[in-house]
């Protein structure tokens, strides 16, 4: 073979190489291709999602807040987005009603404790704190086995009316019949239950759960977007439907506001009342406080749109402070709502060990201490001289659960919606009284227990129908 006959040869040779390894590239990149690209059916295109769908993407979109950071007054967005741009982070959320105060989601995933640490360390910033856990009490065992009602059941309601029944002491109640002689209460006034959400299908809570009227636009928020809140708000997944799906929240509406006179179950102190979920803890019963805030945001926004919320419940607590937390109370207060909270179920002396939100100085707090059917502090219940405003029947306590059923519990979780159910009964007979006067009214409604004195600010247990007087 000639040298040119062999220099064509190897031509060709590399030509072929070349061809076949560009083929096999091409086939890589198309695997690659199908791998990374969906074929959406056309119908499947077609179909709008639906606005509890919009808001559970965005919130996976938004990721987890490992920390909340107040900016100090006057630094602008542009700083704040740049700021977080630079060290890998992302803003969730601007909390309008606790002004300067962001969540913030770490896309490295750092300790929150070093974050803290760094963002404290930034001129621009005022002060920064983790996003911390937070979770309803453990259920407190009753000394007896609760019983299930299959028929009305007002005649366990000790808390209500006691007759001495189960070995309780004969008047050691709230004197609900009394009050109940003024007013049952009024679909005019809201209480928040901010908890586990409500079964809001419950037949002796439907009558009396809040609907966003049909006058009052959807939720709308910075970064959520529109929130199509029927039925309240769900800080959890940042969606509209705030189902119960624990059975805690259940049972504190039901104490708040299960229809009464309706020959169904039971009565709450309210017979009428309008409930409005705001969940923010899961099914486990634990939570953060960024949603614990953006369920009170959305309280406070929601009345400030025209909605009639005078009161929140709140049965949970922690030990650790927030001063975010403490923020979006104290603007609460500002805009005219009782914060009703559980003293918390550790045996303590809230003075020397705070327990929060019921500890936060804040003008509208309300902390409650249990009591149980003979008028003594209960075991579990927290306490406090100075921290522990007053106390309510929270032992034994037979209230709605999911799937239209009834449980009893015992906690300052259940103490706490009596006193916040009294506190609707005092809007409903006063409707314009203001968030100072109603607390005021509900402090000095007290009956003076002995096991009290010098536990609590007020010495008693809430009494109904004084705070109609």
Known sequence: MNRNNILIHVALAIVLILVAAFAGQLNRWRKHWKAQVRIVPAEEKARPQTPEEVA???GERRGNAEVLVKF????????????????NDRIVDRIEYAPGWTAIDDLDDANPADLVAQYRSFPEVEYAEENFAIEIPDAVDSALEPVLPRDPQFEQQWALANSGQ????????ISATMAWATTTGSDDVVVAVLDTGVDYTHEDLL???WLRPASLAPYQDNELGTVDDVRGFNAVDNSADPMDDNGHGTHCAGIIGAE???????AGVNWKVKIMPLKFLNADGSGNVKDAIEAINYAIARK?????VRIISASWGSTQKSRALEDVIRNAYENDILFVAAAGNSSVNNDRSPHYPSSYNVPNVVSVA?????????SFSNWGAKSVAIGAPGVDILSTWLQNGYEEKSGTSMATPVVSGVAAL????????SVDDLRKKLLASTDPIVALKGKTVTGGRVNAAKALE
């Open 304 to 308: 400030k749109a025209g909605v009639n």
């Open 207 to 209: 009558t009396n759960m």
């Open 370 to 378: 249990a009591l149980n059917r003979n008028d003594e502090l209960a």
């Open 260 to 266: 009464g006179g309706n020959d169904l179950g039971i």
């Open 56 to 58: 559970v993407a965005e």
């Open 72 to 87: 100090k007054s006057g630094v602008s967005n542009e700083t704040i987005e740049a700021l977080e741009a630079g060290i």
């Open 166 to 173: 189960r070995g309780g002491k004969q008047g050691a109640d």
């Open 426 to 433: 005092i809007v409903a007979e006063h409707p314009r009284i």
